[in-house]
């Protein structure tokens, strides 16, 4: 099958330059958040606020690189949007690389808030780091292999992939765990909002992989375009999730953990 459409809808292109910057722009705006409400909460738990904030540096400078890896893709020709003869095409590997780096940060924040300290947070910082960062790592491979893409393999696609998928259902594991142990040890408000973390987290992970397999529907006869629009909406809308709000409920956490402690202290 062929390659990348050589052009692309007026709206597709645009829809793909809106979402883009509206990742990069809520990842500006949250760095602000995080950075502002750090010392809202005691020391123990501002490892995570810290951690949320370099996540928010690398989402940011990670989305706009990969605005202009689109803007500078495509060329309007009057009509559509078509491929700039000698540009770079448009690539979601920049993605995959940022991943890298705050797939293992997101999975070690919680643990400051779920109160896990001392060798149970070492080995889940270890495994969570090999896991996350091969599950990453093989998917980056599948990605080259994606169908629609100049050098697809469908076959490639789905083996690296799956690969990829063992380890993400050994993160499960593990960020199921976390959670359960971390909410047994808290009462009240703090206790909703980190058990709610869970359902939020299948749902924004479980995004990723659907991106993934997103452009199979070239196959079965979607326009190439439909297909990156779609994949785009979904990453954007995953990470917003997986970073931002997951972030914001973290810190939620931390605030009335800190209230409980201080009105423990007072009485
Ligand atoms: C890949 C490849 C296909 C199979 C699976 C994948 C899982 C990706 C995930 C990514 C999560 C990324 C996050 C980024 C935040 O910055 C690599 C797409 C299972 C779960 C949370």
Redesign the pocket.
């Known amino acids: 099958m062929s390659v990348l459409a050589a052009s692309i809808s007026v709206e597709a292109f645009e829809i793909v330059s809106h979402v883009l910057t509206l990742g990069y722009a809520t990842m500006a705006a949250a760095l602000l958040f995080f950075v502002l409400t750090k010392n809202s909460t005691h020391s123990r738990f501002q490892m995570s606020s810290v951690i949320s904030v370099v996540?928010m540096v690398s989402?940011f400078l990670l989305l706009f690189a990969q605005k202009q890896s689109w803007t500078g893709a495509y060329a309007f020709s009057g009509s559509a949007y078509v491929l700039n003869e000698g540009a770079d095409l448009f690539t979601n590997g920049y993605r995959?690389l940022?991943?890298l780096i705050?797939?293992p940060m997101?999975l070690i924040q919680i643990l400051f808030v779920a109160g896990i300290a001392g060798a149970a947070r070492s080995s889940y910082m270890k495994k969570f780091t090999i896991s996350g960062a091969l599950?990453?790592l093989?998917?980056?491979v599948?990605?080259f292999y994606e169908p629609g893409r100049i050098n697809e393999n469908t076959t490639m696609w789905l083996v690296w992939?799956l690969i990829?998928?063992a380890f993400?259902i050994h993160?499960l594991i593990l960020i199921k765990a976390v959670i359960n142990d971390g909410k047994s040890r808290m009462e009240g408000p703090a206790k909703g909002v980190f058990g709610a973390i869970l359902p939020l987290f299948y749902i924004?992970?479980?995004l990723?992989?659907i991106?993934?397999v997103a452009p199979i529907l070239v196959q079965s006869g979607m326009a190439y375009e439909t297909t990156i629009v779609a994949q785009q909406v979904i990453y954007t809308i995953?990470?917003v999730c997986?970073?931002v709000i997951y972030g914001v409920m973290l810190t939620a956490v931390a605030i009335f953990l800190t209230q409980q402690d201080k009105e423990a202290a007072a009485a």
């Open positions: 996540v989402a995959y940022n991943w705050d797939v997101l599950m990453i093989t998917g980056y599948g990605q992939g990829s998928t993400f993160v924004s992970w479980w990723y992989p991106a993934y995953a990470d997986s970073k």
